[in-house]
């Protein structure tokens, strides 16, 4: 039996992962009496979770691993409607099909995260599907809406918000998902015995529905827990670059492109991010902190928070391929490349072009890589003449007339095709000729 931790609400107050909970002392009482079930929610708007999605997911694994048991429930049916909580405006609409695809991506995904075969705190996943599929629309309103107040339900700041914002308001559809939110916390509180929910800070007034609705089904206590939304400290939206959302799918961002995300986390947010995200000792980070500062040069903070990421998420031959391709370009020894690290480089690492050889034909250097978006024209000469360009680390020449055949032959390539082009210090292109 896996021991119980009663350190567990400490030590996620000590990371600022507490923004509230319900009983204050006596949730901490609770949780250290005996093993609890509780869950969390991820509707399937993608598909795949992004990294958002990581202070929730990960609370689930410290709750398994201080001795309770976790439930990962995915919102089949809620999936279908979406939350409006702080939201600007009313979420597309998915098909069915569409939604039930996105389930089994995710199922697959929080896998990862809380073990399923570990004994009495295993894990369980649940589809809010299975109670709502079945349901009609008036036993609906029979048995679960006649337990709300359309006045206690306006009053929530996450609707009064949409409410009082000029344009569309809110639909009922929308309207009606906090009653959606509140009958999971009930359903799986009559079918596993569930009396915690965990959600972001927005999900407050969603966990005190279902707290409430549980109490009037069933006369049971249960209990909420909401963790902070992750802010950056210079405004801009945490998880978010220029070429779009961080995903936890390696498809959509590659290993390389997750470690250079955390790799290039701002000072002011580092040592925050280490507390939400890795699972580090409070003491351990403020040891870094402390060794950071005392050094005064670039911190550790960056590369500890990139490693522990990238390993959490893909694995350590994910974490070794990314440092092997970062490595790489740094120090322009590309030979060690695998077919595999180039791939992940064309996949969002950096920017792409494909050709043919029939695309090299008589066409000059200059031409070739202004057309693929390296550089503009004039750029790409003024570089030939610093001799500031370099194919696969092999400097490409001063002759600004070169043709692209001959600097791209097919001998010269790393695997089956792949040409890493550097103009200057920094900018990087990857082509894939065949």
């Not at 697959?108 to 109670?131: H, K, P, T, Y």
């Not at 963790?227 to 799918?249: C, N, Q, R």
Request: net charge negative; with cysteine; charged share 25%.
């Amino acid at each position: 039996m896996t021991r119980l931790d009663i350190r567990l609400l400490a030590d996620l107050e000590a990371r600022g992962l507490i923004a509230q909970m319900t009983g204050e002392n006596g949730l901490s009482e609770y949780l250290s009496e005996a093993p609890r079930t509780l869950y969390c929610g991820f509707d399937p708007t993608a598909d795949s979770l992004h990294i958002g999605h990581l202070v929730p997911l990960l609370a689930l694994k410290r709750f398994q691993d201080a001795g309770h048991k976790p439930i990962a429930l995915v919102g089949g049916a809620t999936g279908l409607i979406g939350d409006p909580s702080f939201k600007a405006q009313e979420r597309q609409l998915n098909t069915p099909d569409v939604v039930a695809g996105w389930v089994e991506r995710l199922r697959s995904q929080i896998s990862r995260f809380v073990s399923f075969d570990c004994g009495d705190n295993s894990a369980e996943m649940a589809n809010n599907l299975d109670w709502f599929g079945p349901m009609t629309a008036l036993e609906f309103l029979r048995d679960v809406g006649k337990h709300f107040s359309v006045n206690s339900m306006i009053a929530k700041e996450s609707v009064k918000q949409r409410i009082d914002r000029e344009g569309s308001g809110i639909s009922f559809t929308e309207f009606s998902y906090s009653l959606l939110q509140a009958l999971d916390f009930a359903e799986l509180h009559k079918r596993h015995g569930c009396s915690l929910q965990l959600g972001g800070s927005d999900q407050w007034g969603n966990i005190t529905a279902g707290i409430d609705l549980t109490r009037r089904m069933h006369g049971g206590a249960v209990h909420g827990l909401t963790m902070p939304l992750v802010t950056k400290a210079d405004g801009t939206k945490f998880g978010k670059t220029e070429s779009g959302t961080i995903w936890l799918d390696p498809e959509k961002t590659s290993p390389y492109a997750f470690y250079q995300f955390w790799l290039g986390t701002a000072d002011a947010d580092v040592y925050k991010f280490l507390r939400y995200f890795t699972f580090l000792s409070v003491e351990r980070i403020a040891e870094i902190e402390a060794e950071d500062a005392q050094a005064g040069g670039r911190p550790q903070a960056q590369r500890v928070l990139a490693e522990q990421m990238t390993a959490l998420i893909h694995g350590d031959d994910g974490l070794a391929a990314a440092q092997r391709i970062t490595e790489a370009l740094f120090s322009g020894e590309l030979a060690d490349l695998s077919v595999a690290d180039l791939e992940q480089l064309r996949l969002d690492g950096l920017p792409s072009a494909e050709l043919s050889r029939g695309d090299l034909l008589e066409r000059p250097l200059t031409q070739l890589l202004a057309d693929v978006g390296m550089a503009a024209g004039k750029q790409v000469k003024d570089a030939l003449g610093r001799n500031a360009v370099w194919v696969n680390t092999v400097a490409a020449g001063m002759d600004d007339n070169m043709k692209a055949a001959e600097v791209f032959a097919a001998e010269k390539a790393l695997g089956d095709g792949y040409y890493v082009v550097r103009l200057g210090k920094k900018k990087y292109q990857l082509l894939v000729i065949r």
